[in-house]
């Protein structure tokens, strides 16, 4: 790491709680204004900010397909699949009783998140 910005990505109204790159490069970032805004990692473009929690998003993680999740203080995970342009709300994973304040995807294909209740969750995160 050098003393060198490259640039600055702007789209949030409140500060920034978590930051995840994709593999294709795409940078994803939750806010506490409630939102995840994209951008292109190649161009610093912002390309659309996804609308799906209540309350600030906390945690962040992307699979190898391009499948974002994003925990939030609303007690939930959203699901959100990418397609031209953007992405779309998938579901939303619904089970702990306080915030999730962290996700994380195994290499066997199980998102893990974890809580203020005290709880991990695992999730399956496709039908195979």
Known sequence: VTNTRLRTLEAHSDPVN??????????????DD??????SGE??????TLDGHESEVLA???GSDGTLYSGSLDNTVCVWVREWGGAHLMRTLKGHTDAVWSLALSTDGKLYSGSSDT??????????
Do not use: E, N, P, Q
């Open 18 to 31: 978590a930051v995840v790159i994709g593999k294709d490069g795409t940078v994803y970032a939750g806010s």
């Open 119 to 128: 709880m991990i969750h695992v999730w399956r995160t496709s039908d195979g």
């Open 60 to 62: 962040l993680a992307v």
């Open 43 to 48: 161009t610093g473009a912002h390309l659309c």
């Open 34 to 39: 409630g939102t995840v805004c994209v951008w």
